[in-house]
C-alpha cells in the first residue's frame, strides 16, 4: 500500500493525493501496471473540481506532499511551488510574493500597506500584510495556491495571487483520530519538538459530528546573542506555538449543512534570527570599548527580543441545497493581538550621538515595542449551479469591516534626564506633548477602520465537450479612515491627524480551455487585479538628515495598484506522469513600491508608474518504476520596473530605474523531490520502508531596489562613539547569494504507525534570507537567516 494515499486514509480525508494504492507486495508489479495519479479536488473556483478541470494555474500541496517534504511552514512549503516566494523578515514576519509581483520589503511600522497575495483558512480571510498567519500544518486537507490575480473571486489583497489553507472536515462515518510526536537537535543550536492529535467523533450518524485538532511546538534557537561586559546568551531565538480548532457538522437535512468552528493559535518567540555585521556597540572600529568582531549566527543585544501573536478565528459555514443552484453563507470574526519587541538600543543611541548627549545616555537600553490589534467582521453570502449542463455559475456579496490599532513606544529608561540635561529642563515633556509616556523618546498611535463592499459574479459555459470559455468580474468599494498621532523627541509633533481613502472599481477575468485529448488541457486567461493605496506615515522628521528630509518629506499618499496579466498554460495526466505548465506576461501599473527613508528611522512608499513580471513555470511528477516517485517544480521570472524614478536632486530614487529588478524575486527556483518505498514484509502485511530527498534552490534577490545601486553596500554611520571615527565603512554584498539546501528522509510506515528519521539542511547552508539595516544601516546591519542542519524523529500514530 502506498504510503500517502494510507496517510490520508487515516487522517479522515477523502480526496486522493499524489500517490495510489497498488495492492499488497505479491500483486504490486501487476498493479504498477496500471497506476495511475489521483487527481486532487479543489475549490480554487468556489465551486469543486479537479485540478485539470481549473483553467488557470493551480498548485495543491496535500498532507503526504508536506510530509514528505518535511514542510512545517508556509515558508517551507513555498520552496516546492514553482512561482511561490515567502520572504522572512523575522519572527512571525514574512512577505509573500507569486510570480514575481513583489514592491520591497514592508516593515513592521507601515500598517497601512496591504497585502499583495491574499492568504484563506477554508472560505475565512486571514490576510494581514507582514503578519502573514502562518498556520500550523497538521490535519489539512491541502493547501492551495493560485496563481496569477484573483481578484474577480477573491478581492484586494489577491493582486498575486491566493494561498488557500483546506482543512479536513468533520466526518460522520466514523470514529478517527491521529496523533504526531516530533524531536529534533539542531547542529549548534538547541533542541525542540512537537506533539500534535487530532480526533473525529460523529455524534449522531449522518446528522452531526465534532473534529477537534490540537498542537503544541517547541522551536530549538540558534542564533547567540553577545551582551555588555563580554557574555553570550545562548539559542536567544527559541519559541513556541500552541494552538487548536475545534469544527462541528451539522447535517438537519439532506440538504442543508451547518459547519461553525473555532480557532485559536499563539505564537511566543523569545529573539530574532538575525545575524549582525555591524553594531554601533559592537564592530571592529571601537578604541574606548571593547571591539568585537561578530560572528556567524551571531548578534549584539543589550535587550532581549521576543514576539507574540494571538489569533482567535471564529467562523460559520452554512450550505443549503437547492433544485438547481447551492446557498453558501460564510461569516468569520478574526481577532489578533501582536507585539513585536526590539533592541532599539542601537537606534536610540545613534540619536544621541547625533543630540551629543553623551556615552552614558548613548549606552540606555531602548526597547521599541509595536503592538497591533486586528479586528475583522466578514460575510460572503453566494449562489452557484449545481447541474450537469452546459453553463456553470457562482455569484455573490461580500462585506468586510476590519479595524487594525497600531501602537508603537520606545521605552528607555533614564533618557527623559539625560535629554533635559543638554537641551534643557522640560525638553522631554514638551516634546511628549503630554501624551507619550516618560522616558519614550517616540510615540505613536495609529487606528486604522476599513470597509469593504464587493458584489462578483463568475460563468463557465461548455462551447463543446471540449471547449469552455469563462468570463466574471468583480466590483468593489473601500474606504480607509486612519488618524495618526506621532509626538516624543523623535517624532514630528502630529496629534489626531485624519486621513482618508476611497476606491472603488471593476476587475475582469476571461479565461478558455480546451481539452485537447483525454490527457492534454490547454488554457489561456487575461484578468486583472488590484491592490488599495493609502497615506504614509508621518517622516520622523527630528531624526531626518537634510539631506533624507528634502527626498522623503514630500511623499504623502499613494494609489491603487493595478495590473493586467496574459497567460497560456497546459496540463497533462498520462496516467503515470503528469505536467503543469504556464507562461505569463504581467503588465504592473502605480506598483506601490517601499523603500527604507534612511536618517528618517521611517518607512515611505509611492507609486511607479510602469512594471512588469513575466516568466515560465512548471511542475512534473512520475513514476518512472514501481516505487520510485519524483516530483520538480521551478519558474524562471524575470521582473523589473519599466519606468524611473527621480528624487528632488534629479537622481535615482532608491534604485528605481528603469530595467532594475524588481525586489524579493528571484531570477529562478527549483525544487524537486524523490521518494522510493519498498515492501518489509517480514515487519508484518502492508508495511513499507522508504527514503526520501528533497532538494531546492532559489536564485539571488535584493531586499529593497535601493540594493543594487552603485555603491549600496557601502555603510558608513557617522557617529563618532566608543572611539570610533564614525568614517570607517562596512561593505556587505546587498544581492543575496543564491543558496541550496539538501533534506532526506527514512521511515517504515506501518498500518497504524509510521516512524520517520530526518536531516533538514544537510549541508549546514547559511543562507541570507533578508537584509535588515537600522536607521538608514546608521545603527546596526543585519541578515535574517535559516535554520541550520537540523536532526528529527518523527513518530505518528493513525486509529
Not at 25 to 33: H, S
Not at 103 to 114: H, S
Not at 501 to 506: D, M, Q
Not at 567 to 596: H, W
Request: proline content about 4%; some cysteine.
Amino acid at each position: 500500500m502506498k504510503i500517502s494515499r494510507k496517510l490520508n486514509a487515516l487522517a479522515g480525508t477523502a480526496i486522493a493525493t499524489s500517490m495510489i494504492i497498488t495492492g499488497n507486495a505479491n500483486a504490486q508489479e501487476n498493479a504498477d501496471e496500471k497506476f495511475v495519479f489521483e487527481e486532487i479536488l479543489v475549490t480554487a473556483t468556489k465551486r469543486s473540481s479537479l485540478i485539470k478541470d481549473v483553467p488557470f494555474s493551480i498548485n495543491a500541496q496535500s498532507q503526504a506532499d508536506i510530509q514528505r517534504t518535511g514542510a512545517t511552514s508556509l515558508e517551507d512549503l513555498a520552496r516546492n511551488v514553482a512561482g511561490l516566494m515567502i520572504q522572512n523578515l523575522g519572527p512571525g514576519q514574512s512577505q509573500v510574493a507569486i510570480r514575481g509581483v513583489s514592491a520591497g520589503q514592508i516593515i513592521r511600522d507601515q500598517p497601512g500597506v496591504k497585502e499583495q497575495v491574499g492568504v484563506y483558512l477554508d472560505e475565512s480571510v486571514i490576510s494581514l500584510s507582514l503578519f502573514t498567519p502562518d498556520i500550523d500544518l497538521y490535519d489539512l486537507n491541502r493547501v492551495e495556491v493560485l496563481r496569477g490575480p484573483q481578484g474577480t473571486l477573491f478581492g484586494s489583497g489577491s493582486i498575486g495571487g491566493t494561498i488557500r489553507y483546506i482543512t479536513n472536515q468533520p466526518n460522520t462515518e466514523g470514529f478517527e483520530g491521529s496523533v504526531e510526536g516530533s524531536l529534533n537537535v539542531i547542529d549548534g543550536g538547541g533542541t525542540g519538538g512537537h506533539i500534535k492529535g487530532m480526533v473525529n467523533l460523529p455524534i449522531s450518524e449522518d446528522k452531526a459530528a465534532v473534529r477537534v485538532v490540537g498542537y503544541h511546538t517547541e522551536y530549538a534557537g540558534f542564533i547567540d546573542a553577545l551582551r555588555e561586559g563580554g557574555s553570550i546568551d545562548e539559542n536567544v531565538n527559541s519559541g513556541s506555538r500552541s494552538g487548536g480548532r475545534i469544527t462541528v457538522l451539522f447535517k438537519p437535512t439532506e440538504n442543508i449543512t451547518i459547519t461553525p468552528r473555532l480557532i485559536y493559535q499563539e505564537i511566543d518567540m523569545d529573539g530574532n534570527n538575525r545575524q549582525e555585521v555591524f553594531n554601533l556597540f559592537a564592530n571592529t572600529n571601537t578604541t574606548t570599548r571593547p571591539p568585537v568582531q561578530l560572528g556567524e549566527r551571531q548578534q549584539f543585544l543589550l535587550l532581549r527580543e521576543g514576539f507574540k501573536d494571538e489569533t482567535l478565528i471564529a467562523d460559520l459555514n452554512v450550505a443549503v441545497n437547492f433544485d438547481g443552484f447551492d446557498l453558501t453563507s460564510v461569516t468569520s470574526y478574526t481577532d489578533r493581538d501582536i507585539l513585536v519587541s526590539r533592541d532599539a538600543s542601537a537606534l536610540t543611541g545613534s540619536v544621541s550621538v547625533d543630540l551629543a548627549l553623551g556615552d552614558a545616555a548613548t549606552l540606555l537600553p531602548s526597547n521599541l515595542l509595536d503592538t497591533t490589534k486586528v479586528e475583522s467582521f466578514t460575510q460572503e453570502m453566494r449562489v452557484s449551479s449545481n447541474d450537469d449542463g452546459p453553463l456553470q455559475w457562482v455569484a455573490g456579496v461580500f462585506y468586510s469591516d476590519t479595524d487594525r490599532f497600531y501602537k508603537q513606544f520606545l521605552p528607555t529608561p533614564g533618557y527623559d534626564a539625560a535629554v533635559d540635561a543638554v537641551l534643557g529642563a522640560g525638553t522631554a515633556a514638551a516634546t511628549g506633548a503630554g501624551i507619550a509616556p516618560v522616558d519614550s523618546p517616540f510615540f505613536s498611535l495609529l487606528p486604522y477602520q476599513l470597509e469593504q463592499i464587493a458584489a462578483f459574479a463568475e460563468a463557465t459555459y461548455d462551447v463543446t465537450d471540449d471547449l469552455h470559455f469563462t468570463a466574471g468580474g468583480r466590483y468593489y468599494d473601500y474606504e480607509e479612515v486612519r488618524s495618526v498621532t506621532q509626538v516624543g523627541l523623535f517624532g514630528n509633533g502630529v496629534v489626531d491627524q485624519v486621513d482618508k481613502t476611497t476606491s472603488n472599481g471593476f476587475t475582469p477575468r476571461i479565461l478558455a480551455s480546451y481539452d485537447f485529448n483525454d490527457e492534454v488541457t490547454i488554457n489561456a486567461q487575461i484578468s486583472k487585479g488590484f491592490r488599495l493605496g493609502g497615506v504614509n506615515d508621518p517622516l520622523n522628521t527630528a531624526l531626518c538628515d537634510a539631506a533624507d528630509l528634502a527626498i522623503f518629506g514630500g511623499f504623502q499618499d499613494y494609489e491603487d495598484e493595478t495590473l493586467w496579466n496574459y497567460e497560456v498554460g497546459a496540463k497533462v495526466n498520462t496516467g503515470n506522469v503528469t505536467l503543469n505548465v504556464a507562461a505569463f506576461y504581467t503588465k504592473i501599473s502605480n506598483l506601490q513600491v517601499t523603500l527604507d527613508a534612511g536618517s528618517c528611522s521611517s518607512r515611505v512608499s509611492f507609486n511607479v508608474e510602469d512594471a512588469h513580471s513575466q516568466g515560465v513555470e512548471f511542475e512534473l511528477k512520475a513514476h518512472p518504476v514501481e516505487g520510485l516517485d519524483l516530483s520538480i517544480a521551478g519558474s524562471v521570472l524575470d521582473s523589473e520596473f519599466d519606468s524611473t524614478v527621480l528624487n528632488s536632486f534629479g537622481d535615482v530614487l532608491g534604485g528605481v530605474r528603469d530595467g532594475n529588478r524588481l525586489p524579493s524575486v528571484p531570477k529562478f527556483n527549483l525544487a524537486a523531490t524523490a521518494t522510493y518505498s519498498f515492501p518489509l514484509d517480514s515487519f508484518g502485511d502492508n508495511t513499507e520502508g522508504y527514503v526520501s530527498a528533497t532538494f531546492q534552490h532559489r536564485s539571488s534577490i535584493f531586499t529593497q531596489p535601493s540594493d543594487q545601486e552603485p555603491g549600496a553596500g557601502t555603510f558608513v554611520s557617522g557617529l563618532p562613539f566608543g572611539g570610533a571615527s564614525g568614517n570607517d565603512a562596512t561593505t556587505v554584498d546587498l544581492e543575496l547569494d543564491a543558496y541550496q539546501t539538501l533534506n532526506l528522509s527514512a521511515g517504515i510506515a506501518m498500518e497504524t504507525w509510521e516512524v520517520v528519521a530526518s536531516v533538514t539542511n544537510v549541508t549546514d547552508e547559511n543562507a541570507n534570507l533578508s537584509f535588515d539595516r537600522e536607521r538608514g544601516g546608521r545603527a546596526r546591519l543585519g541578515f535574517r537567516t535559516n535554520q541550520p542542519r537540523t536532526f528529527g524523529l518523527t513518530v505518528r500514530s493513525y486509529f
